[in-house]
């Protein structure tokens, strides 16, 4: 591609809200074969709502719920915010803490009015040897139905099963329509639980879920994707992102995302609108047929 044909690509796209910080982009994206979504705040809009409660036998479902969103305020997980917002709209009022701990991908752990409160995925309950099974039939309906279930346990006692529910982006059906008439492989690389991934990505028709993936294990699943399936560009918002975005040969962050996704990739979306990323994907393919 010559440098005016770059130049007037770049400008048209910018002009529709996608911005190239490396002219080279617009060739990479050209050649993409697979494009991979980060889920929380790419593909959903990054703000869950706690959805379901389910306590274990004797115990009170105000007095958890108080007692999780007390640790929670403490943390800036999306997931806290649903749960210290569904905690206020209840009136329960937050007990001060001690010796908060966040365990990236796992969960969030402190001491509440004397209570140990651990509050976290299926995984951290398991790695405090708790046994998860009893909300086993709760846990599967839960994801089944796109929620992300979690596990509090007060004093090294599993206490209830807490769900949230991430609304899907109203732009994202669109976007994967349009990635799939251009040709493309769509995948999910997500920290999430799996089968609540595999129920988002039924309901999008996206070809491949990469899950219960840990925060730095992202450039991984790109690397896999890559070595299976050719040039990847990657979409995502959040610091566990950044990484990731480096590795793909296309990095797409959104720019209402944090700074340091933004600083790590190539082409950044001006709004959270996921179909712009078919439209940069067909502008790039106009531009560089152009100049042959
Ligand atoms: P993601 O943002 O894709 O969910 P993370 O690595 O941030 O990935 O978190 C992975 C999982 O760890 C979450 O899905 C959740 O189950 C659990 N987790 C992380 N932080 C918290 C928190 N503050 N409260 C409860 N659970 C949490
Ligand atoms: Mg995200």
Known sequence: ??????????GKAAKMGVLFRKGEALQSL???????????????????ELTDLVVANDVDEADTLRLVASVERQSEHPIAEAIVNAAKARGLEPATIQDFEAIPGFGVAARVDGHRVDVGADRYMRKLGLDVEVFAKTAHRLADEGKSPLYAAIDGRLAAIIAVADPIKESTPAAIRALHAEGLQVAMITGDNRRTAEAIARRLGIDKVVAEVLPDGKVDAVKSLQAEGGLV?????????????????VGIAIGTGTDIAIESAEVVLMSGDLRNVPNAIALSRATIRNIK
Do not use: Y
């Open 1 to 10: 591609a010559t440098p005016t044909s770059i130049m007037v690509g770049t």
């Open 30 to 48: 050209r050649d993409a074969k697979v494009i991979a979504l980060d889920k929380t705040g790419t593909l959903t809009r990054g703000r869950p």
């Open 233 to 249: 560009a990657f979409v995502g918002d959040g610091i566990n992102d950044a990484p990731a975005l480096a590795q793909a040969d």
